[in-house]
């Protein structure tokens, strides 16, 4: 059942507390995208397992609810396939220092992590923490790894991680808790690209290997 609560002024919180997989986002993808053409609607923001709708300054956030929850009841699971972009990603070593850890946690060889990690194929759930950070779904229940006792004060642009049941990329430098295991050279977000981010919701992803240090 669908929960609208405001979260300010001007904006409601859309959520309920089913299971965040592919399917379920695929729904967010469409609500937020129905809601966001609403009369009343400045902006809509997919979360996980939620959507963000921003309404304009002169809006009832109570009729704007009552639409919402309509709305949420007619919404079908988006028919969407975004891009597809490959990601080398240089693992171990002095790019991915917890790589060791996260194979002593799974007690196999590190080499064994990136094969495991380079095979599936991840779709973007959302985008978030940082300007094109992406959280991609799809990584095998073999690599789900707790992040950090004690997150890093920083983490370099372009590491990529593991953090419970998800992977993602740091398009920036930034404190950070996640299991660093290797990094890319591929910019995430540049701010004189149009679209600035390389990612969006509903684009896929693969890694491929660019290179192992042990």
């Known amino acids: 059942m ?8 001007n904006a409601l919180l859309c959520y309920h507390d089913g299971v965040a997989d592919l399917s379920a986002q695929r729904k967010w993808w469409a609500f937020a995208d129905a809601s966001a053409r609403l009369p009343d609607v400045a902006e809509s923001i997919v979360g996980m397992n939620n959507v963000t709708v921003f309404a304009r300054p002169d809006a009832d956030l109570h009729a704007l609810a009552d639409v919402l929850r309509e709305q ?15 990601i080398p990603v240089h693992y171990g070593g002095e790019y991915g220092e917890d790589l060791a850890a996260v194979a002593a946690y799974h007690g196999i ?10 095979q599936p194929v991840y779709t973007v759930f959302m985008m978030g923490f940082q300007p094109g950070f992406p959280y991609l779904g799809g990584l095998p229940e073999h690599l789900h790894t707790p992040r950090r006792d004690v997150p890093r004060t ?16 740091y398009p920036f430098a930034s404190p950070g ?3 660093i295991i290797g990094r890319t050279e591929l910019p995430l977000f540049r701010a004189d690209a149009e679209p600035p981010a390389l990612l ?3 684009d896929t992803v693969s890694f491929t290997l660019a290179s192992l240090t042990i």
């Not at 669908?2 to 002024?9: A, F, G, H, M, Y």
């Not at 060889?109 to 380079?118: D, I, Q, S, Y």
């Not at 920083?154 to 990329?169: C, D, P, R």
């Open 2 to 9: 669908l929960t609208i609560t405001p979260v300010s002024e």
């Open 72 to 86: 949420w009841s007619h919404t079908a699971a988006a028919d969407f396939q975004g891009k597809h972009i490959e």
């Open 109 to 118: 060889t590190p080499a064994e992590v990136v094969a495991r990690h380079t």
């Open 154 to 169: 920083q983490v370099a642009a372009g590491s990529v991680g593991i953090g419970g049941s998800q992977t993602g990329i």
């Open 177 to 179: 808790g996640w299991q």
């Open 200 to 202: 969006a919701a509903g």
